[in-house]
T-cell receptor, first 113, second 114 residues
């Protein structure tokens, strides 16, 4: 079946460093790639998304890049802060069902000050 | 606060029982999605409803069913519960019915089956 692989599963950085999380997807028809941040005890919150007609998108300290040929996309967080500590999920739209998202297994990011 | 509400926050029940989880989407959203989050499986898509009709189905067990009512709130029914059904259940909503519509997640219901 369709699949999204996410790496690494855990990531520890020092405050001010950059963090990169990578995902690969299997459905070549996927055209929407959101990233969610989940804090303890809360539901996932959309932080940035990218569509297949765009190669890169930035929003302040967060950026996402997409390589459709290689079927992978990445989340980049610069100047990390302790409040960036959370679990991050990537997702890709799957079109065989028409309207669903398939999620990666998540990356636990820890930012120490 | 995403605007999506879920009740109850916590539910503790026994094996073999039946429970109902409730979700109210954001005002104006027509789609409701249900997800199951467990430690080993991550976030798994269960089912989607759009304006009262089933739109997409994921890895939803036959013991589970859902519906969306005319006021657009949705309920997820879990029956013949097993220990392995213990998980966080999230509801999300979006304006449209396409996978590339932004989904807003509720705070979740934590189900514990003893």
């Amino acid at each position: 079946g369709e699949n999204v692989e996410q790496h690494p599963s855990t990531l520890s950085v020092q405050e001010g460093d950059s963090a990169v999380i990578k995902c690969t997807y299997s459905d070549s028809a996927s055209n929407y790639f959101p990233w969610y941040k989940q804090e303890l005890g809360k539901g996932p919150q959309l932080i940035i998304d990218i569509r297949s007609n765009v190669g890169e998108k930035k929003d302040q300290r967060i950026a996402v890049t997409l390589n459709k040929t290689a079927k992978h996309f990445s989340l980049h967080i610069t100047e990390t802060q302790p409040e960036d500590s959370a679990v991050y999920f990537c997702a890709a739209s799957i079109n065989q069902a028409g309207t669903a998202l398939i999620f990666g297994k998540g990356t636990t990011l820890s930012v120490s000050s | 606060d995403s605007g999506v509400t879920q009740t109850p926050k916590h539910l503790i029940t026994a094996t073999g029982q039946r429970v109902t989880l409730r979700c109210s989407p954001r005002s104006g959203d027509l789609s409701v999605y249900w997800y199951q989050q467990s430690l080993d499986q991550g976030l798994q898509f269960l089912i989607q409803y759009y304006n009262g009709e089933e739109r997409a189905k994921g890895n939803i067990l036959e013991r589970f069913s859902a519906q969306q009512f005319p006021d657009l709130h949705s309920e997820l029914n879990l029956s013949s519960l097993e220990l392995g059904d213990s998980a966080l259940y999230f509801c999300a909503s979006s304006v449209g019915g396409r996978a590339d519509n932004e989904q807003f997640f509720g705070p979740g219901t934590r189900l514990t089956v003893l």
